[in-house]
């Protein structure tokens, strides 16, 4: 039997309740949807925007009453259109869709880049603290664009948490990949979870790699059906909706060629990530 | 249970088990090809693939409704120029038949993907003659009867590869259309491609499909494909490929004894995923054992017994 119940397939139309910029770019937009509450870190749904496009959007919390909160980038016309969404207005929600994140304990190194820092701030959320200390390193273009940090702050202490920005506006001036190199060689972690830009990620996979780190990751690739069917997030043998969006190191070494290369267009031929 | 049991020639295509993948279900790539052999698939039938390439539809694309998916892709594809690479990559490693599935807007565009997909090593072509929400093509070549046997006969011209034809349920009558594409030199048929369909949400009462109106699939169309099957076995003499709802072993018997010698799964995908191919193929060997019939051949239209 499917773990994909009918009912969660199922289109839901529910009201804006909360809508709040986090940065010039991203806003958290939150509403209630009860088959989304079990939702798990690194799992995503899917948000219709009546009259305009339907995307895939990672889940930033998921409490048991059901409140689910998303972060939006701006980036193209769906995106837009949702930034002057107000609250009251209804859209349509299908999902969670997609594995999880593994909740780890020991040592992690958890890497997030721009929004990618959303699935991973409901990963840190999730995880024992007691048994697990996680060191965070935020990359962004610049200050304002760091995400989330305050929240982050809860969760672990000062020393832990890094952050860089292209423009040095905020922590060292570098990518967020700069400084892992060091950190790899310092001290042994357990698991790094990352999320962000995929150069970025192929980056801290080929580190991870290197020094013999187990490693996973939350991918993107263009999703229409969400259900395993349209091929159009194929990487690999792998469906990037179905098979993850959480890629463990084992699966990403099968999709090497591809990972932080290339994937399919709308028209389904390679373009580069 | 022995392959040969399952095994069958179709149309001169040799099926080491009656599935095959539908078109428009994943197959881009080489890879998911493998996937979906590697599942149990005794033949994959690629996306639909024109001329030029095309972005399809914008999402939403899939909706699930109760018994079904109504889907509005608007055929995707990368174009034949580009796919002909694939379906010769996909030929050095993959061990079952590749069916290219091709339309066009023309007889003369069906003839030259036909040759384009032959030539680049396709076992098989199905001509998309059915697709039933994008304009010009798909159903609109398939509903009319002098058309649909112009392009098959034009396919024919061109290429010594099996041509099955997939046809629509959205006409007046489908065996009539299986009999001109008979007649017009098609090897096979497949039937059928979705139901006109569409959604409409009421909160806020718009069509939800980003093309407003698109195509049903899954068990809500299952016994309109069977008797399309039924239909078709009584008028014309070719083999027929069932599709429509096809998820478990009993849809898979159920078609073969309407008629169908092999069948096309597709919405099952989703709640099953590629392995989908070998639990029904092995459903299908323990009912055919414990009927005592000698082969699955020995089931094809049973059903029209009276």
New interface residues.
Partial sequence: MSAYHTADNRLRITPILVAEAESPTVKTLMFRDKHCAGARPGQFLMLWIPGVDEIPLSILNAEQDGMIAVAVKKIGQATKKLHGTKVGELIGVRGPFGNSFTIRDGRLLIVGGGTGIAPLLFLAKKLNLKQARPLFVLGAKSEEELLFLDRLRRLCSAGDLMTTTEDGSHGMKCLATEPLEGLMAKERFDMIYACGPEQMLRKVFDLAEKHGISMQTSLERIMRCAVGLCGSCVMGRYRVCRDGPVFTVEMLREVKDEFGVSKRDFDGRRISV | MSQDYLGMNLAGLKLANPTMLASG?????T??F??ISEGGAGAIVT?SVGLK????Y????????SCG?V?A?GL????MD?FAHEIRRAKTVLKVPLIASVYGYSEDEYALLAEKAVNAGADALELNVSCPHVKQTGSEIGQSPEILAAVVKKAKAVVDKPVIVKLSPNVTSIADLGEVAARAGADALTAINTVKAMVI?A??G?P?L?NRVGGLSGPAVKPVALRCVYDLFEQVKIPIIGCGGVASWRDAVEFLLAGASAVQI??A?????PKVFSTITRGLSVYLRKKGFKDVNGIVGLSHRR
Wanted: charged share 20%; proline share 9%.
């Fill in positions: 279900i994943l197959g881009y790539s890879e998911t493998e996937s996306k390439p095309r972005s399809g914008v999402n939403p694309t899939v909706v699930q409704v998916l889907n892709m995707p594809n990368p174009g580009e949400d909160e806020t718009m939800i980003g597709g919405t995908i989703a709640a099953e995923g």
